[in-house]
């Protein structure tokens, strides 16, 4: 064996050999799965607008409306009569044809057909496009046949309605809580992993240095160092950020002329689509402040617990990982199957709270709110009940003695 | 007594590492723990400054029980150091002599900068030090703390010979001139014999015996206190 392999085998020996060490890398191999598992199991039909059954409302006066409804029957969806936003209980897909669609079409001004659809999560966004271009091609003929050579450019408008909780959002809006929802993850995301690794590094070092005994041994109450250590790292990671964010800012002005066609015209369009974004990141924002400190006391119990701080930098940003990732997996999720579990696990906050406001329901954040306030009060009070001195220090677990005397 | 232990029993894991452990040190005294290794010299000086819970007998810092709440006042009169502790690397000398001192409210940085022998040296990042500058920065930075008592694992570990002469004057001196009370721990006999007033022989955690260097050695027929340490452990 080379000497090369020989120190290799020793660090990948030396460091599985940390029961915590190796917890971190093989939970994230079975718990990963078993949540996707979960949500496919739970909400994979659900994102199937496809195969859904469709509802055809027609509302239209005229006959194209009339020989519309017909040609989409035959090809398999049902004529039906009442709310098109009840039917969607029953239906993957409305469609809803007005009152006055012939005579729009008749007259040369053009008409609109809506469809209606349930949001079913990030995967099924572009799944309506299928039953719009099945009400194109079928409008296409039956004016081809009655009215003659019309572009179906200029005569059909598809309005596409996106039923969200008990809101009806057009795809802007759609566009703008998918974005305000990922945007929201990954701040929450970024700020623990970054306060995580922060933790791990200031509390490694100090056990790694035995500094830790020497403050504990000092005026310095264990409660005082963990608010200390709480505020050092909050501001590293602050830092941290807001390298990042400025940097993103700048990068996202200066693509914002490209983003509106080329045009300084085009940006308070651009600026306008990103205000629903906003107003639902204020919101996630609001909810990340507990989200915060929660990661900070979970990283704090981890880090306390290391030796040294190897130990502590791949078992605190793991653990913290662990924690928030099952969120993202929610994000692909259909809020239909989306059970009370997941409303009360708070690294899911961050996207729910934007799915809640797009919803018509912003409440949803003073409740979120109040819960993770709750949780990272608890968790708090949990690290000054379980660790004190002794336990930091020696770090004696189920009867065994860990160091020497 | 600065420090009064009285049947100290303490289990960790499971196993009785400390057994009736009984010991006091007065003001202007030097107190040594000597044993082999795992004996329990340090969960001792750890249950003496507090951070290491007695399960049995008493342990009074300045009249004061470590486990009562009072003692956090107490806290202030007492500095400890650590085996192997490590100054931080990116602070500099004179800045990790401020941050101590800052903990403690005391201000005493020139006496410590002076105490440490660094020299033109503590404007420099402590991780440019050799291992024995850093242990003398520690030591120093806690005598000119100037508390009441000193708890000190191993003080000279780690540091060449003339420098470990120098802070053992140092240390004793200051213990002179402000009346500390200093409980240390070593395995460095000669340090012992040189700087400690009394002696506990420390072995699978009980005191075997105890005295004054001299004596121990008159006791077991040594010429010096390592050979008096060789045998109190066979007798034992």
């Known amino acids: 064996m080379g000497l090369t392999a020989i120190l290799v085998l020793k660090d990948v020996r030396e460091a599985l050999r940390d029961r915590r060490v190796l917890g971190s890398i093989l939970i994230p191999a079975v718990i990963l799965p078993v949540i996707a598992l979960g949500i496919s199991a739970g909400g994979g039909p659900l994102n199937n607008v496809e195969g859904a059954a469709i509802a055809v409302v027609n509302m239209d006066a005229g006959a194209l409306g009339s020989e519309v409804e017909r040609s989409l029957a035959r090809r398999g969806a049902d004529p039906a009569r009442g709310d098109p936003l009840r039917l969607l209980e029953r239906y993957g897909a409305v469609i809803y044809i007005p009152r006055n669609f012939t ?97 791990a590094v200031a509390v490694g070092t100090e056990k790694e240095k035995r500094m830790l005994e020497l403050l504990l041994a000092a005026p310095v109450s264990f409660g005082r160092l963990i608010v200390a250590k709480t505020a050092s790292s909050i501001i590293l990671a602050a830092m941290q950020l807001g390298a990042i964010g400025a940097g993103f800012g700048i990068y996202v002005v200066t693509l914002l002329p490209a983003l509106a066609g080329g045009s300084t015209g085009g940006v308070p369009e651009v600026a306008d689509g990103l205000q629903g974004i906003v107003g639902a990141l204020v919101h996630v924002v609001v909810v990340t402040v507990p989200l915060v400190l929660l990661t900070v006391a979970i990283s704090l119990l981890v880090a306390l617990r290391a030796e040294d701080l190897r130990t502590a930098q791949m078992t605190v940003p793991n653990t913290v990982f662990l924690l928030v990732f099952p969120a993202f997996l929610l994000y692909f999720a259909p809020p239909e199957a989306l059970g009370n579990a997941a409303y009360l696990y708070p690294y899911a906050h961050p996207f729910l709270v934007p799915l809640k406001v797009f919803g018509g329901d912003p409440n949803f954040t003073a409740l979120a709110l109040a819960l993770d306030s709750a949780l990272a009060v608890l968790a708090f009070v949990g690290l000054g009940r379980y660790m004190n001195a002794e336990r930091i220090i020696i770090g004696v677990r189920r009867g065994r003695r860990r160091e020497g005397a | 007594m600065a420090i009064n232990v009285v049947g100290l029993h303490k289990r960790i894991g499971g196993r009785e590492v400390l057994r009736d452990i009984t010991f006091s040190v007065g003001a202007g005294q030097i107190y040594g723990l000597v044993g082999p290794n795992g004996a329990g010299k340090t969960t001792t000086l750890r249950a003496v400054v507090g951070l290491v819970r007695p399960d049995g007998g008493k342990v009074e810092v300045l009249g004061v029980d470590v486990t009562d709440r009072r003692f956090d006042h107490v806290r202030r009169d007492v500095a400890y150091l650590p085996e192997e502790v490590m100054p931080y690397d990116n602070l500099t000398g004179r800045e990790f002599v401020e941050f101590i001192h800052g903990l403690y409210g005391r201000d005493n940085v020139e006496e410590a900068l002076e105490i440490s022998g660094l020299g033109g040296r503590a404007g420099d990042k402590v991780k440019t030090y050799s291992r024995g500058m850093k242990r003398r920065l520690l030591v120093a930075t806690l005598l000119a703390l100037r508390t009441r008592v000193l708890v000190l694992d191993e003080p000279t570990a780690g540091v060449d010979v003339s420098h470990a ?23 460095n006999m000669l340090e012992v014999g040189y700087l400690c007033d009394s002696v506990g022989m420390v072995s699978d955690g009980r005191i075997i015996v105890e005295g004054a260097p001299s004596d121990l050695e008159a006791r077991f027929g040594a010429r010096n206190l390592e050979e008096a340490f060789v045998k109190a452990l066979r007798w034992a």
């Open chain 1, 103 to 199: 005579e729009g079409i008749i007259r040369g001004e053009g008409a609109a057909i809506r469809l209606y659809v349930k949001y079913r999560g990030v995967l099924a966004a572009g799944r309506y496009r299928d039953v719009e271009g099945l009400i194109r091609g079928v409008t296409s003929t039956v004016l081809s046949e009655r009215v003659g050579a019309v572009s179906l450019e200029d005569a059909l408008r598809i309005e596409v309605g996106i039923l969200l909780e008990d809101r009806v959002l057009g795809e802007d809006e759609v566009g703008a809580l998918i974005g305000a929802s990922a945007l929201g993850f990954f701040i929450v995301l970024f700020a623990s992993v970054a306060l995580s690794a922060s933790i």
């Open chain 2, 165 to 187: 002469v120098a802070l053992r004057e140092a240390i004793r001196s200051h213990v002179e001139a402000y009346r500390v009370a200093v409980l240390l721990s070593s395995h």
